[in-house]
């Protein structure tokens, strides 16, 4: 237990489904990140949230929607996904983003686009 | 250019040998490095990471890490493989944030570490 939970941990959609994955923290971090695992590729970072405010985009497209309501959620909106988009998404937490602390990983939440 | 390369894509060791997985860096400043492992179907793990003082750093379950300034190297280590050790790994790598760049971490591409019993 790392104190970030994801949910659902298993997803399967249509390429027309509208579905959503949270992330939630117990730590108190204030920095929130979407990274996504696919099959022998290196971990790709997709967006990263300060204090709410979204600081990065890793050029991620608009089929992916995050949204980060406070500092302890953060979710990705799902929209007319593409098969290539089938991956195990992580989401993470740290202090800070500038911190010497890890980063605390979820569980992830493996996405089956059919 | 930050990046972080892990040269082994596959390591295999005995139950009982020590292992290796290597990490070299190349970031501008002085970096914060970090391993993580992976168990199947599981989000990643914190095992160790270097700060800065000793360049030797312990972990969990008996990992270990030596950080070398000159060569740029950040390779784990456990004098004595076990079959659970079986995992992959990540080595990663964080620069200070200096004004308004931020303080990305990269990530190498995974070792997968298998212990033959």
């Known amino acids: 237990e790392t104190g970030v939970t994801q949910t659902p941990r298993h997803l399967v959609m249509g390429m027309t489904n509208k579905k959503s994955l949270k992330c939630e923290q117990h730590l108190g971090h204030n920095a929130m990140y979407w990274y996504k695992q696919s099959a022998k590729k290196p971990l790709e970072l997709m967006f990263v949230y300060n204090f709410k405010e979204q600081t990065e985009n890793n050029s991620v497209p608009s089929r992916f929607s995050p949204e980060c309501p406070n500092s302890s959620h953060l979710f990705l909106h799902l929209h007319t996904l593409q098969p290539e988009d089938s991956a195990l998404y992580l989401c993470?937490?740290?202090?800070?983003?500038?911190?010497?602390?890890?980063?605390?990983f979820g569980e992830g939440s493996r996405l089956t686009v059919l | 250019a930050q990046s972080v390369a892990q040269p082994e894509d596959q390591v295999n060791v005995a139950e009982g040998n020590p292992l290796t997985v290597k990490c070299t860096y190349s970031v501008s400043g002085n970096p914060y490095l970090f391993w993580y492992v992976q168990y199947p179907n599981r989000g990643l793990q914190f095992l160790l990471k270097?700060?800065?003082?000793?360049?030797l750093v312990k972990g969990s379950y008996g990992f270990e890490a030596e950080f070398n300034k000159s060569q740029t190297s950040f390779h784990l280590k456990k004098p004595s493989a076990l079959v659970s050790d079986s995992a992959l790994y990540f080595c990663?790598?964080?620069?200070?944030?200096?004004?308004?760049?931020?303080?990305?971490?990269?990530f190498g591409r995974g070792t997968q570490l298998t212990v033959w019993p």
């Open positions: 270097y700060i800065t003082g000793d360049n």
């Open positions: 993470a937490s740290s202090p800070t983003l500038t911190s010497s602390g890890e980063l605390f």
């Open positions: 990663a790598v964080r620069v200070p944030a200096r004004g308004s760049t931020l303080g990305r971490l990269y």
